[in-house]
């Protein structure tokens, strides 16, 4: 059924007709200048008049009333019947139909209706909202742009006496602010005279920072609450715990006490994802990892002592350098030391033996950056010394894959949390690396001279796109990286994926063909020490032998000399021969037993007839 609208409109109402001509200009009154009125009137001058073109509007205010929702359940139940028909028989339902559509009230409804129905159909099929336009064409290649960054912003430390920026912190909330933390690390070397002062900096305005942090000793590390964008938590030089409070200040709105705190300074904070949004724990050179609660930061809650031993000895522990925490692995951290092994621990374990569960070791110096991947959390990044390694948890005897060895010493690292197979580096030679895994594994795929200067820390924004750096004179530079290294690339993280797991997969190969190694030459060494074993046994039976039969030979000689003695004293009428023989003493006795086959069957004779029965 087609639907036809004629708008319809009477000739009258449209009003009468213009017609128009051209025709001559008319005069139609003509006033003449008086001069004497001009008597009458002050000439004023200067003159000012205000003119305002635009409408002159007041401003008011209005509440309109409140409108209230409310959610509420609908429970459907299949009605319209009538009492006296079942709805669950078919027959009955199907004969009242038929009785229904009979009747002549119901054609007319229906014919009505229908009719608006279709009205409100067309109306809705006038635009189709899920239309896709240029669908059939084919897409347009879009050439990958290259890798490149550019400077955005530098900020200064505005201190005459120039210190190290030794950390940087987003503010959680748009990422428009800057929390950096200055400090001297040259043990007993600060200038005198340096300030303690710490500063938050907003990106659009790099002249001046905007909020000062007073702490009672440089800070060394300083970090944003990501539950509350108010708070910052610092670890200080001395080893103490600070806690600020933008919306009261500057100064320090929560300080652990000195006897509680770290005894060497605090390269680690880092805030857990808890309910209160209130605990963090924190990790310094002298071994310790403390668990705090800024509501009572006096004293911390849990200590876990860095001891690989187990013995939970602190003159044996191990300096922490740096810390991770994943919240999806809420019981797991882990800790970088300064001999270079990556400490994983448990911390929910019973006792503090317990909670050290496994090592990594494969660093020269101490680990700057530990930090895990933020879309394969299996897979961390360390940096130290001169290289950067990445590491997989299932296997703990090598990392899976590692850069070059630099000639520059290697300051800070971290995983872009927008592409899984791109990180970024710092030197210390004022040089920012970002690698590319998919696009290169030997070499950077950038590699950017920030400054003259040494770079300290490094911090990447949570869209990928800003990149900061510290230097060593306190000078912090804000980079703008291009969109190929800060967009996720088609199918990445499947590729990233495969990558990791074959080198996972290449390094348990290798650590079996050692272990098999290892075992054959332990076999070998022991088969040797077997064999000079049973050298030195066989040296030994012979000797054994010798000296048994030596033994033997004595205990014989000596029996048949006591014997023979014996016998001589029994004797009744000893010879003359035999007495003299008595008194050569034994050398007679041994030529006798000497001569004893010599001497024959006389000598037996007379024996037997001098010795009694």
């Known amino acids: 059924m087609e639907i036809v609208y004629v708008y319809v409109k009477k000739r009258s109402e449209f009003g009468k007709q213009c017609n128009f001509s051209d025709r001559q200009a008319e005069l139609n009154i003509d006033i003449p200048p008086n001069p004497e009125l001009s008597t009458l009137y002050v000439e004023r001058n200067p003159v000012d008049t205000g003119i305002q073109c635009s409408a002159s509007m007041s401003e008011h205010e209005a ?23 079942n709805p669950q028989e078919l027959e009955q339902t199907i ?16 014919m009505q209706l229908g009719s608006i129905m279709e009205h409100c159909i067309k109306q809705n099929n006038a635009i189709d909202i899920y239309e896709e ?61 340096m300030s303690h002062e710490s500063y938050i900096w907003d990106l659009e305005n790099p002249n001046r920072p905007e909020i000062v942090l007073k702490p009672p000793s440089p800070l060394v590390t300083l970090e944003y609450n990501p539950k509350d964008s108010h708070v910052l938590l610092g670890g200080c030089y001395n080893g103490q715990i600070a806690c600020w409070d933008t919306r009261k200040g500057s100064l ?41 609660d800024i509501r009572k930061i006096s004293e911390p809650t849990e200590v876990v002592i860095m001891d690989i031993s187990r013995k939970e000895q602190l003159e044996n522990a191990l300096g922490a350098i740096s810390l991770e925490f994943e919240s999806t692995l809420p019981t797991k951290f882990m800790v970088g030391t300064e001999q270079g092994i990556v400490v994983s621990c448990n911390r929910k374990a019973k006792t503090s033996a317990e909670k050290i569960v496994c090592t990594f070791s494969g660093h020269h110096g101490p680990i700057y950056a530990l930090q895990r991947n933020p879309f394969y959390p299996k897979n961390f990044l360390t940096v130290g010394d001169w290289t950067a390694r990445i590491w997989s948890e299932d296997s703990r005897e090598s990392s899976i894959m590692w850069t070059r060895y630099h000639m520059a010493y290697l300051s800070d690292g971290a995983w872009s949390p927008v592409r899984p197979a791109v990180f970024f580096t710092t030197k210390m030679d004022g040089t920012l690396d970002i690698w590319d895994l998919v696009f290169k594994q030997c070499d950077p795929a950038l590699s950017l001279k920030v400054c003259d200067e040494a770079l300290f820390c490094l911090r990447v924004q949570d869209t990928g796109c800003l990149i900061a750096c510290g230097s060593q004179l306190g000078t912090t530079t804000l980079l703008e990286v291009s969109s190929s290294l800060s967009t996720l690339q ?65 205990v014989i000689f000596a029996e048949l000399k006591k014997k023979e003695a014996e016998a001589l004293k029994k004797k009744a009428k000893p010879k003359k021969k035999l007495s003299l023989e008595i008194e050569d003493g034994e050398e007679v006795l041994e030529d006798h037993v000497g001569e004893e086959e010599e001497v024959g069957e006389d000598a037996g004779e007379e024996r037997e007839e001098d010795l009694p029965t």
């Not at 009333?65 to 359940?73: A, D, T, V, Y």
């Open 133 to 193: 336009y240029f669908d059939d064409e084919d897409g347009v290649e879009v050439t990958e742009e290259a890798p490149s960054a550019k400077t955005i912003n530098v900020f200064r430390d505005p201190q005459e006496i120039k210190r190290a920026a030794t950390h940087l912190s987003w503010h959680p909330d748009g990422n428009r602010k800057l929390a950096i933390a200055y400090s001297c690390l040259n043990f007993q070397r600060a200038p005198l005279g």
């Open 252 to 292: 320090v709105a929560e300080l652990s006490t000195i006897e509680f705190s770290h005894r060497d300074p605090v390269y680690g904070t880092i805030w857990l994802q808890s309910k209160t949004g209130t605990e963090c724990f924190s990790a310094s050179t002298d071994g310790q990892v403390m668990w705090w």
């Open 63 to 85: 509440n309109t009333e409140r409108f209230e929702m409310e959610s509420c359940g609908v429970n459907h139940v299949e009605g319209g019947w009538p009492k006296d028909v």
């Open 95 to 110: 004969r009242f139909r038929k009785k229904v559509e009979k009747d002549e009230n119901y054609i007319n409804a229906v």
């Open 490 to 554: 088609r199918n990445e993280k499947n590729i990233a994926s495969s990558i990791f797991e074959r080198e996972t997969r290449r390094e348990k190969i290798l650590e079996a063909r050692h272990r098999e190694m290892r075992l054959k030459e332990k076999g070998k060494a022991e088969g040797k020490d077997d064999d000079q074993k049973d050298e030195e046994m066989a040296l030994d039976l012979d000797e054994l032998v010798a000296k048994a039969e030596e033994e033997f030979f004595e």
